[in-house]
């Protein structure tokens, strides 16, 4: 069984998992019922509201992950996350880290990693789930939360305990066989694949998920290929 710490408050989930990581502890998980400082990629924010969606972080220490492949964590984590949800509502997957419903953001992906020579030492997978907010702030438009698509009133630690039953075997499936069979759990589940998307102003469709994760896309009437990292897409028609 995988140890959960669970704080009242904290800056933030990935900086305490990254803590527990430095300082040489084994796999866990942490959870906040409030973060104040939640953050997003390149230094943006991440809004977590006392109790009112699930802010955890997973320090994972994979064996046998080299470098190149811990962005894989983040798609064994959405998919997990999707069939957690899955007797709620239709959550789906949108390249690179986010997990929607209703064509609104209901969840934001945060991965980080140390390494030692080649190999992966830790990945620091942080998620945050919005489940019972009401409201969002006008400058969130694209959020959306459990609460507002559907109705449910899953509390967040209930969440955790049917996301770890989905995510311990798939993780085990990924570190054992690669991220082949998980793209294959995640591409029906794709509210990517088949759009028209707009990447670091150019427009294009995407087609497929690259077996290292990287989308596969037709733009500008050729077939590329573009790694997760730091990049934006965003449908023409909308956020997805
Ligand atoms: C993400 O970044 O989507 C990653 C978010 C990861 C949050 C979790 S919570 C637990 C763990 N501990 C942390 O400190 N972080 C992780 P990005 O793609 O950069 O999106 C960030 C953008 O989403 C912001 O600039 C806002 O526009 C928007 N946003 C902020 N809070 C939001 C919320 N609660 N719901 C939906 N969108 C939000």
């Not at 991965?111 to 080649?118: C, L, P, R, Y």
Request: some cysteine.
């Amino acid at each position: 069984m995988r140890q959960i710490f669970t704080l009242d408050s904290v800056d933030s989930t990935n900086a305490q998992a990254k803590r527990y990581a430095l300082a040489g502890m084994g796999e866990c998980m942490v959870i906040a019922r409030e973060q104040t400082a939640g953050r997003g990629r390149l230094s943006r924010g991440w809004a977590s509201a006392r109790d009112e969606g699930l802010w955890a972080s997973l320090l994972l220490r994979p064996r046998q992950v080299r470098a190149q492949q811990a962005g894989g964590a983040v798609f064994v984590a959405a998919l997990s996350l999707c069939e957690a949800l899955a007797p709620f509502g239709k959550a789906r997957i949108k390249w690179p880290n986010d997990v929607v419903m209703g064509g609104k953001k209901l969840c934001g992906m945060l991965a980080e990693a140390g390494f030692h020579g080649q190999m992966c030492d830790w990945i620091v997978l942080g998620f945050g789930v919005n489940l019972l907010q009401a409201e969002f702030d006008k400058a969130l438009p694209h959020a959306t939360s459990l609460l507002l698509q559907t109705g449910a009133r899953l509390a967040p630690e209930k969440l955790a305990a049917l996301f770890l039953e989905r995510f311990e075997p798939w993780y085990e499936r990924w570190q054992q066989d690669g991220l082949a069979p998980v793209l294959e759990g995640v591409r029906p589940l794709s509210a990517t694949l088949g759009q028209s998307v707009r990447i670091e102003g150019r427009e294009g469709v995407a087609l497929d998920l690259r077996e290292d994760g990287a989308l596969v896309w037709q733009v500008d009437g050729k077939t590329e290929a573009v790694l997760a990292g730091d990049v934006s897409v965003r449908g023409l028609d909308g956020y997805v």
